[in-house]
Each structure stands twice: as C-alpha cells, then as structure tokens.
C-alpha cells in the first residue's frame, strides 16, 4: 500500500478551481476523528487576505487505497454540490502533496455532542430546582449563569427544537433534489454553526443515485443499524425514503436531547423487532403532532413515507404556530 507522501493523487483527481495554495492554510488543534482520519481546525488565507476559520479533514497515516479512493470521491461530491446554507460549505482541497478536505467551521461542533450537553444543563438546574418545567428550567440556568459564571447558553427550547429538525429538512430537500442520498444522516453528522444555523455534514460520503434511483452497498462495513430504515438492512437498499427514516431517527434524537435510538435494545434485536411492526414509542416532552411524522418517517412501504418537502413543510407549519 502507498503511503500519502507517496501516491500522485493527481492521477484520478483532477487540479481545478478549488484547489488551495498550501501556504494559506495554518493547521491546529484535532476537532475529533473517525475511522476515516482526523478533522482538524486551521485558519485559511482566502483572496481578499482575509483568515478565515475552517475545519480540515485529512486520511489517517498510511491509508489504503481504498480508503485514498473514498476519499477523493467524497471530495469529487463535495465539488460537485452547489452551496447551500444547510449543507457545510466547501472552501477548498489540496490534492497536490496530500489530499485534504477544507470545509467551513461550525464553531458548536455536532449536533449529538450539542444536545447533550443541554440535556446535562437541563438535568442539573431540574436537580437543582426540583422542578420538571423546562422553561423554569432555563431560567434557573440564567441564574446559575449568573453566579457560577459558566456557559448555560445555548439550552434549546421547544421551538429551537423544531426549527433544527426544520433546518436538517431543507438541507435533505436540497440534497435530495440533487438526486444524491446521504447514507448516515444522524445528529452526529449533523454540525452546529454560529447562531445555532445546522449544516449537514458527510454528505461527500454519499452516493449518486443511479439504477431507478436506488443504490445497493456492495460492502458491508460497519453499518449505522439504529438509524437504518428496514429495506437497507435487508436488502442493502439505500434511496432518498430511506434517508426519510434516518430523518425521522433524528427527529427523535432531537427532542430526547441526543439520547441513543432504540434504549435498552441490542444492535442485534433491532431488525427483528422492526420486522413485527415495533418502532420506538413517544417520547416524554414530545408532541403527538411530531410523533405522528416520526412514525410516518418508520412506514415499511418506502414510498408511503414522505418526502423532505412535505416534512420541511410540516415543519415550517409546526414552527408558525410557535410566534
Ligand atoms: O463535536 P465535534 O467537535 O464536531 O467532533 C466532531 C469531529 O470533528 C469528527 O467529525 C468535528 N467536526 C467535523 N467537521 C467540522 C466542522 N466543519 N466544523 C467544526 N467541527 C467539525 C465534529
């Protein structure tokens, strides 16, 4: 196997518009990693000399081809989709020296990661308060903020909620009108930028649609079974109504504040309880309304689940009702 140093990229990728001059890039601090490689954060000198935040994902040490070849494809993708506000924007690559992805900065880092921390918030100030209400609970935080000096910001309420979901939603629409399917839509690829503004991230790792707009995995690697919907995990199906399902998982990671799908159910369980017609049941604090699109999200008929138009719809319905 090649090592990065090594291999000419510039063999199947082709030097175009995006690529950046790797003296305008400063790399620092690691963000996080996969099994992929690692993002880092780093500084980008753009045109008009001006640094800019952003986030860079580069391979792991010694990569195998095949990881150099996902890799280059998910950069390919990324190039290939116009910006969007809820998708994490492409600044540039390098494809020279070694391949890097540079991406725009979501300073909030993932959604999963997000949620929970509010969860943690919330649980304190209701230990604290000896009070469930969640608004008194918000407010008890403001207090502790106060004294404490700690960071209780960015506690989402109810209608904060529902405008993430919405914000996940029209990026889907967008993606899905682009005939691309992400795969592994959940909150943990889901980023949080300033102001709160979702961007979907990892949707480079998607796949064109192609053979009656349905992609079969050829090979099994570890496969995100929670957010899976029935027909990719029997029959290796992947189609825009399946992201329809991962979407209604994320719903639901949404309002339990970034719990795990399917508490207290194996991995190995999920499938076969799927199946005989169980899906997960309404969670506290959540609205038979919103309950209703998750299950509809959970249909075994892929075609009887709706469209991201009709859930971001129904989503900007839910959010009217909230001013
Ligand atoms: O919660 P995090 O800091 O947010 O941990 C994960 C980690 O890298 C692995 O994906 C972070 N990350 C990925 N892309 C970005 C980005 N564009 N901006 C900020 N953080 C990012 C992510």
């Given at each position: 196997t090649s090592t990065i140093s090594t291999i000419t990229f510039s063999d199947n990728i082709k030097v175009d518009e995006w690529e950046i001059d790797t003296n305008k890039?400063?790399?620092?601090?690691?963000?996080?990693?996969?099994?992929?490689?690692?993002?880092?954060k780093g500084?980008?000198?753009?045109?008009?000399?001006?640094?800019?935040?952003?986030?860079?994902?580069?391979?792991?040490?010694?990569?195998?081809?095949?990881?150099?070849?996902?890799?280059?494809?998910?950069?390919?993708?990324?190039?290939?989709?116009?910006?969007?506000?809820?998708?994490?924007?492409?600044?540039?690559?390098v494809t020279k020296q070694n391949l890097l992805l540079v991406v725009e900065y979501c300073s909030k880092g993932d959604l999963q990661t997000f949620l929970r921390a509010a969860s943690d918030k919330i649980l304190k100030a209701t230990?604290?308060?000896?009070?469930?209400?969640?608004?008194?609970?918000?407010?008890?935080?403001?207090?502790?903020?106060?004294?404490?000096?700690?960071?209780?910001?960015?506690?989402?309420?109810?209608?904060?909620?529902?405008?993430?979901?919405?914000?996940?939603?029209?990026?889907?629409?967008?993606?899905?009108?682009?005939?691309?399917?992400?795969?592994?839509?959940?909150?943990r690829n889901v980023l949080v930028s300033d102001n709160n503004i979702i961007k979907i991230s990892d949707f480079?790792?998607?796949?064109?649609?192609?053979?009656?707009?349905?992609?079969?995995?050829?090979?099994?690697g570890k496969l995100p079974i929670r957010w899976m919907a029935l027909e990719s995990m029997t029959h290796q199906i992947y189609t825009t109504q399946?992201?329809?399902?991962?979407?209604?998982?994320?719903?639901?990671?949404?309002?339990?504040?970034?719990?795990?799908?399917?508490?207290?159910?194996?991995?190995?369980?999920?499938?076969?309880?799927?199946?005989?017609?169980?899906?997960?049941?309404k969670p506290d604090n959540c609205s038979a309304e919103l309950y209703d699109i998750m299950c509809n999200c959970w249909k075994p008929a892929p075609m009887e689940r709706p469209s991201f138009t009709a859930l971001r719809r129904a989503l900007d319905d839910m959010l009217a009702t909230f001013s």
């Open positions: 890039l400063a790399i620092k601090e690691v963000l996080g990693g996969g099994a992929f490689g690692v993002v880092r500084w980008y000198t753009d045109a008009k000399g001006q640094e800019i935040e952003v986030a860079i994902k580069m391979l792991r040490d010694n990569p195998t081809d095949e990881e150099i070849r996902q890799f280059q494809q998910e950069i390919e993708i990324m190039k290939s989709v116009p910006l969007h506000p809820h998708l994490v924007s492409l600044i540039g690559c230990l604290l308060n000896q009070d469930t209400d969640y608004e008194k609970s918000k407010y008890v935080f403001n207090k502790m903020y106060e004294i404490n000096e700690v960071d209780f910001q960015d506690i989402p309420l109810p209608k904060d909620l529902i405008s993430i979901a919405r914000q996940v939603a029209l990026g889907m629409e967008y993606l899905s009108s682009l005939k691309l399917i992400h795969r592994d839509l959940a909150a480079g790792l998607s796949r064109d649609v192609y053979y009656n707009n349905i992609y079969y995995k050829p090979s099994p399946s992201d329809v399902w991962s979407f209604g998982v994320l719903l639901w990671e949404i309002v339990t504040l970034g719990s795990t799908p399917y508490p207290g159910v194996s991995t190995q369980e999920i499938l076969g309880m799927l199946k005989i017609g169980y899906r997960m049941k």
